[in-house]
């Protein structure tokens, strides 16, 4: 799958296996080789556990949902709201 949902112009490879009443699914970047897992209920909708890999597989490479280097934090303390 290429782009849908938030990385374009990356190739993401996804991976089903069910486990009873449960489903893991791997979400993995062909470029980088980085891969998440995420699990949910057999009965969720595909396009829901791809979302949520795919959100959590940007978060690990450090991109924003559109595909762009997220810009980083400034050091110190206190948090920005």
Known sequence: MTGRGGLPGREIIFEYLGLADSVR????DA???TEVVVFGPARTA????ERVALR?????L???T???????RPKGRG???
Do not use: E, M, S
């Open 66 to 72: 559109d595909g762009t280097q997220k810009t980083p």
């Open 56 to 60: 959590k597989l940007a978060r690990r």
């Open 79 to 81: 948090v920005i709201v």
């Open 46 to 49: 595909r396009h829901d556990l």
């Open 31 to 33: 470029a980088t080789g």
């Open 62 to 64: 450090g991109l924003n």
């Open 25 to 28: 699914l791997a979400a993995i």
